[in-house]
C-alpha cells in the first residue's frame, strides 16, 4: 500500500497518541533537565488553600529523585565502549573512526540511555551538515512510530517525524492537530502533512522518495509486547511525591519554631502582637473570669515521616530491578539521596545492555546504507565506501556491581576475630584481584611493616627512659 494511502489510519494513531507524546512525555524530559518545581507546585496548588500554598510554596526542596534515578541506571556509556568491524578491513576500520569522530557518538548515545530510562523509547536520525556525518537523537516528545505490518504489529512501517507542534492547553485537539505538521517516512517514501492529514509539499524534494530505501531513523523501545511502550504511571508521580512530602515537613517545620499564643478572657486591645498567631478566647456566659496566657506548641513526628519516605523510595526502586542499600541512613533528606547514590543498579543495566548491542549494530547498518547515498549525491565529503561485510561489534567492558567497601571489610574483620578464617584467607578475601603469589607478597609486606614500626617504637620507648634498656612487648 502506498503511503499515501495509509494518511487517514496514521492521522488517527497520531490524534490517539498525540496528547500522551506531547504531554507526559515532555513533562518527564522537563523534569529530567532541572524543571521539578512548576510540575511540584501545580499539585501543591490543587491541594492545598490559597493562604497554605502561598506560605508553603517557597519551601519546596530542589530534591530530583528522577534525575538521581536516571543517573544511576544510566551507566552504559560513562566509560565509552570500543567498536570494532567483525570482519577486518582496513577502510571499514578508518570509516568507522571518522564517524565515530564527527558524531560524537558516545555523549549522542550517553543522551539516548538516558532518554530510554526516562521515557522507554527513542529515535536516532542520521544526517549530514556541511558535508560532514552527524547524529540526532530524538526524545519521545518528537515522533510517533507506527505499525500496519500484516503479521508483526511491533514492526514499524513508518516514522511519524514532528514538525512544527502546537501544544496550547486550552486550544481543542482538533484544532491543535489542524496546526501541526508532520513528516511520514516509509521505506520508499516522504510525506509531509498536517495533523488533520492534508499533504504539504516538501520544497526540496516535491516528489516525496526516500532513496535511502529504507526508514532513516533507528526506533528503540524497552517493550517486546507493544510498538509504543505503556507509560510508568508511578515515574512522573514518585518524581514530584518526594519533594512534596519533604515541602510538607518544611512547611510543619515553620510551625514548630513559632508556638500559638491564646489568651482567655483578655482585653487585646493594647497588647502588641509579637507572635505569628495569637488566639483570643472569651469562657461561656455565667463562668467564673479566669484571665490568662498560655501557648501551643505543635507536634510532628519527623523521624516517621521521614521513615514512611524511605519505605515508598525502596519499594519503588524494587520495582524498577534496584537493589538499594544505605537502609539505616535513609531518616534524613542526605540519607535518602545515600539511598540512590550507593544503590545497585547493575542487574537493571545489564538488562539494557543486549537491548543498545542491538540498537548500535542496527545504526551501523543504517550508517552504511545512507552513506552510500550520501557519496552517490555528493552530500559528504569522505567518498570512500563502506565493504558489502561490514558490520561492527561494540563491547562495553563489564558491569561491576556497587559494593560497600567498608561494610565488608567489617563483615571479613568479625569473621578474622571469630576465628573463622586465617589472616592469609582475610588478606585474600580484601584483594579478590591478587593471586597466591601477590598476596603471599603483600603479606611478606605487611609484615615487614609491622616488623619495622615495632622496632621504631622500641628506639622511641628507650630513648625517652633514658637509654635504660626496656622490652617493649608487642
Same mark, same amino acid.
Given at each position: 500500500m502506498a503511503l499515501r494511502d495509509k494518511i487517514p489510519a496514521i492521522v488517527e494513531h497520531i490524534k490517539a497518541n498525540f496528547e500522551e507524546t506531547v504531554g507526559y512525555q515532555r513533562d518527564l524530559i522537563n523534569i529530567l533537565e532541572g524543571n521539578l518545581l512548576s510540575y511540584v507546585l501545580q499539585v501543591m496548588k490543587r491541594e492545598l488553600s490559597p493562604k497554605a500554598y502561598e506560605r508553603s510554596k517557597g519551601r519546596v526542596p530542589a530534591i530530583n529523585v528522577l534525575s538521581r534515578l536516571v543517573d544511576k541506571l544510566s551507566q552504559l556509556y560513562i566509560d565509552a565502549p570500543t567498536r570494532e568491524v567483525a570482519v577486518k578491513n582496513v577502510v571499514d576500520s578508518e570509516l568507522l573512526d571518522v564517524y565515530e569522530s564527527s558524531t560524537g557518538v558516545n555523549s549522542r548515545m550517553d543522551f539516548a540511555n538516558r532518554l530510554y530510562n526516562t521515557n522507554k523509547r527513542f529515535a536516532i536520525e542520521p544526517y549530514v551538515e556541511d558535508g560532514v556525518p552527524l547524529f540526532r537523537v530524538l526524545a519521545a516528545n518528537e515522533f510517533i512510530p507506527f505499525s500496519d505490518h500484516p503479521k508483526d504489529k511491533t514492526k514499524m512501517t513508518v516514522f511519524i517525524k514532528f514538525g512544527e507542534i502546537y501544544t496550547d492547553d486550552y486550544m481543542p485537539l482538533e484544532q491543535k492537530l489542524g496546526k501541526s505538521t508532520f513528516y511520514l517516512y516509509s521505506d520508499d517514501e516522504v510525506i509531509k502533512i498536517t495533523g488533520a492529514g492534508e499533504e504539504i509539499e516538501i520544497e526540496d524534494n516535491p516528489d516525496g522518495v526516500n532513496s535511502y530505501g529504507v526508514i532513516p531513523f533507528i526506533y528503540a523501545r524497552n517493550s517486546y509486547i507493544d510498538l509504543i511502550p505503556q507509560r510508568d504511571t508511578d515515574t512522573f508521580t514518585m518524581a514530584t511525591l518526594i519533594p512534596l512530602i519533604f515541602s510538607d515537613l518544611n512547611y510543619a517545620t515553620q510551625f514548630l519554631s513559632h508556638s500559638v499564643f491564646y489568651g482567655i478572657d483578655i482585653d487585646v486591645n493594647n497588647l502588641e502582637m509579637n507572635p505569628d498567631a495569637f488566639w483570643q478566647v472569651s469562657s461561656k456566659n455565667g463562668e467564673g473570669k479566669s484571665p490568662s496566657i498560655g501557648t501551643i506548641k505543635p507536634e510532628v513526628d519527623i523521624d516517621k515521616v521521614l521513615a514512611s519516605i524511605k519505605e515508598q523510595l525502596y519499594m519503588w526502586l524494587d520495582s524498577k530491578g534496584i537493589r538499594a542499600s544505605g537502609f539505616e541512613s535513609a531518616n534524613t533528606?542526605?540519607? +535518602?539521596?545515600?539511598? +540512590?547514590?550507593?544503590?545497585?543498579?547493575?542487574?537493571?543495566r545489564r538488562k539494557q545492555l543486549n537491548k543498545f548491542i542491538e540498537v548500535e549494530a542496527r545504526l551501523w547498518q543504517l550508517?552504511?546504507?545512507?552513506?552510500?547515498?550520501?557519496? &552517490?549525491?555528493?552530500? +559528504?565529503?569522505? &567518498?570512500?565506501?563502506?565493504?558489502?561485510?561490514?558490520?561492527?561489534?561494540?563491547?562495553?567492558?563489564?558491569?561491576?556491581?556497587?559494593?560497600?567497601?567498608?561494610?565488608?571489610?567489617?563483615?571479613?574483620?568479625?569473621?578474622?576475630?571469630?576465628?573463622? +578464617?586465617?589472616? &592469609?584467607?582475610?588478606?585474600?578475601?580484601s584483594n579478590p584481584m591478587l593471586d597466591d603469589e601477590q598476596i603471599d607478597a603483600l603479606l611478606k609486606e605487611i609484615e615487614d611493616e609491622k616488623k619495622s614500626n615495632v622496632e621504631t617504637m622500641q628506639q622511641t620507648f628507650q630513648g625517652d627512659e633514658g637509654g635504660e634498656d626496656t622490652e617493649l612487648k608487642v
Amino acid at each position: 500500500m502506498a503511503l499515501r494511502d495509509k494518511i487517514p489510519a496514521i492521522v488517527e494513531h497520531i490524534k490517539a497518541n498525540f496528547e500522551e507524546t506531547v504531554g507526559y512525555q515532555r513533562d518527564l524530559i522537563n523534569i529530567l533537565e532541572g524543571n521539578l518545581l512548576s510540575y511540584v507546585l501545580q499539585v501543591m496548588k490543587r491541594e492545598l488553600s490559597p493562604k497554605a500554598y502561598e506560605r508553603s510554596k517557597g519551601r519546596v526542596p530542589a530534591i530530583n529523585v528522577l534525575s538521581r534515578l536516571v543517573d544511576k541506571l544510566s551507566q552504559l556509556y560513562i566509560d565509552a565502549p570500543t567498536r570494532e568491524v567483525a570482519v577486518k578491513n582496513v577502510v571499514d576500520s578508518e570509516l568507522l573512526d571518522v564517524y565515530e569522530s564527527s558524531t560524537g557518538v558516545n555523549s549522542r548515545m550517553d543522551f539516548a540511555n538516558r532518554l530510554y530510562n526516562t521515557n522507554k523509547r527513542f529515535a536516532i536520525e542520521p544526517y549530514v551538515e556541511d558535508g560532514v556525518p552527524l547524529f540526532r537523537v530524538l526524545a519521545a516528545n518528537e515522533f510517533i512510530p507506527f505499525s500496519d505490518h500484516p503479521k508483526d504489529k511491533t514492526k514499524m512501517t513508518v516514522f511519524i517525524k514532528f514538525g512544527e507542534i502546537y501544544t496550547d492547553d486550552y486550544m481543542p485537539l482538533e484544532q491543535k492537530l489542524g496546526k501541526s505538521t508532520f513528516y511520514l517516512y516509509s521505506d520508499d517514501e516522504v510525506i509531509k502533512i498536517t495533523g488533520a492529514g492534508e499533504e504539504i509539499e516538501i520544497e526540496d524534494n516535491p516528489d516525496g522518495v526516500n532513496s535511502y530505501g529504507v526508514i532513516p531513523f533507528i526506533y528503540a523501545r524497552n517493550s517486546y509486547i507493544d510498538l509504543i511502550p505503556q507509560r510508568d504511571t508511578d515515574t512522573f508521580t514518585m518524581a514530584t511525591l518526594i519533594p512534596l512530602i519533604f515541602s510538607d515537613l518544611n512547611y510543619a517545620t515553620q510551625f514548630l519554631s513559632h508556638s500559638v499564643f491564646y489568651g482567655i478572657d483578655i482585653d487585646v486591645n493594647n497588647l502588641e502582637m509579637n507572635p505569628d498567631a495569637f488566639w483570643q478566647v472569651s469562657s461561656k456566659n455565667g463562668e467564673g473570669k479566669s484571665p490568662s496566657i498560655g501557648t501551643i506548641k505543635p507536634e510532628v513526628d519527623i523521624d516517621k515521616v521521614l521513615a514512611s519516605i524511605k519505605e515508598q523510595l525502596y519499594m519503588w526502586l524494587d520495582s524498577k530491578g534496584i537493589r538499594a542499600s544505605g537502609f539505616e541512613s535513609a531518616n534524613t533528606a542526605s540519607g +535518602i539521596a545515600k539511598v +540512590i547514590d550507593e544503590a545497585d543498579a547493575t542487574s537493571a543495566r545489564r538488562k539494557q545492555l543486549n537491548k543498545f548491542i542491538e540498537v548500535e549494530a542496527r545504526l551501523w547498518q543504517l550508517v552504511k546504507v545512507m552513506h552510500e547515498v550520501w557519496v &552517490r549525491s555528493g552530500e +559528504i565529503k569522505e &567518498r570512500r565506501l563502506f565493504s558489502k561485510d561490514f558490520y561492527v561489534d561494540v563491547n562495553f567492558g563489564s558491569l561491576e556491581p556497587v559494593t560497600d567497601t567498608k561494610k565488608e571489610l567489617e563483615e571479613i574483620k568479625l569473621k578474622l576475630d571469630m576465628g573463622l +578464617i586465617s589472616k &592469609r584467607m582475610a588478606v585474600k578475601e580484601s584483594n579478590p584481584m591478587l593471586d597466591d603469589e601477590q598476596i603471599d607478597a603483600l603479606l611478606k609486606e605487611i609484615e615487614d611493616e609491622k616488623k619495622s614500626n615495632v622496632e621504631t617504637m622500641q628506639q622511641t620507648f628507650q630513648g625517652d627512659e633514658g637509654g635504660e634498656d626496656t622490652e617493649l612487648k608487642v
